[in-house]
């Protein structure tokens, strides 16, 4: 479709016409959702976790659809990117169907499919891209090997904490809807049309968080959340400077990565940190400092676009 629609309007264009393609047809498939999504249980140590009890859960399988279909037809199509599409299809698959199980599935199964399909994406990344890595003017040749490595971590990383923050209505989508963007704006001549992707997806979650804004009638569940992490990993190197993942992610890796860590230490060493800080940071927030689920959103929100002006300065 890209090709016939290029003979009679500009990329740019096209590009805009399938942000408002994707974002119809996203909040029509929330506003008329299948029957067949799974109701959420209520999560039992998170807090306010009952209030979620009864909503639709799992509609990141309608985002990650959605998404796949606008980018194939209205953006020009390559074959690493089928890969991505078909990656981000399982990875989105391996949460829906944790989502919709009855008995949730154990960390190290749900580690076992990240590890397979973070293989196979770094597989994919390395047969089309050049494993240099830029930080501001500086840029380094890394062998492919520890490139490989090195990737495999980061989506690793990215699928976990961005699944973390998906526990306060609205917070998740709002967080990388600043962070893609940010992406976008920060490299657009090195992710080339993959910067129109990230487009498409901020519009997919501005008509999620028509639902989802607080009080939200529907959550992405991990279909979304896990998505949107591979989804992140995988621009942050498409830019060649994975490292500024660090700054246009920040949030995410905070809220989510302490949790990590403190599970970790716990689980593997029997070392107990920050025992009085509670785990994702958003619930601590919510919890300890007393703030609403409002302030939750926004003020984390702003403190991602102030890390966005420093990426600015340093890239």
């Known amino acids: 479709m890209y090709q016939m629609l290029l003979h009679y309007i500009m990329p740019n264009q096209i590009t805009m016409l399938g942000v408002l393609f994707a974002f119809l047809i996203t909040f029509l498939c929330l506003r008329f959702p299948f029957s067949f999504l799974p109701k959420d249980q209520g999560r039992e140590f998170a807090i306010n976790g009952s209030l979620s009890k009864g909503k639709i859960r799992g509609v990141g399988l309608i985002l990650t659809a959605c998404f796949i279909v606008s980018t194939l037809l209205f953006l020009p199509i390559s074959r690493e990117y089928i890969v991505y599409c078909i990656l981000l299809f399982a990875m989105m698959l391996s949460g829906y169907l944790d989502d919709a199980s009855k008995n949730p599935w154990s960390d190290y199964k749900k580690g076992a499919i990240d590890l397979i399909l973070a293989l196979l994406t770094m597989w994919n990344f390395v047969n089309y891209n050049t494993t240099t890595i830029h930080f501001g003017s500086m840029a ?7 490139y490989f490595i090195l990737g495999v971590i980061l989506i690793w990383v990215s699928i976990n904490v961005t699944n973390c923050s ?14 893609l963007t940010a992406f976008t704006v920060l490299f657009p001549k090195e992710l080339g049309s993959y910067g129109a992707t990230c487009l498409i997806f901020v519009s997919i979650l501005l ?3 028509c639902f989802n804004s607080q009080p939200s009638s529907m959550l992405m ?18 830019t060649g400077h994975p490292f500024i993942y660090l700054l246009l992610a920040a949030v995410l890796i905070v809220d989510g990565g302490i949790g990590l860590v403190k599970i970790f230490l716990l ?16 619930d601590h927030a919510r919890k300890e400092r007393g703030w609403s689920d409002t302030q939750v959103v926004f003020r984390f929100a702003i ?10 300065f340093i890239q």
């Open 303 to 312: 403190i991602q676009i102030l890390f966005v002006l420093i990426a600015y």
């Open 221 to 238: 569940g991990d279909a979304g959340s896990r998505a949107l992490g591979f989804y992140l990993a995988v621009i942050a190197m498409k």
């Open 267 to 282: 689980r593997f060493l029997k070392i107990s940190i920050l025992k009085n800080t509670r785990t994702p940071l958003h």
């Open 207 to 209: 008509a999620y968080l």
């Open 140 to 146: 380094w040749n890394i062998p492919v090997p520890v």
């Open 166 to 179: 998906d526990g306060v209505d609205g917070l998740c989508a709002s967080l990388c809807c600043v962070s």
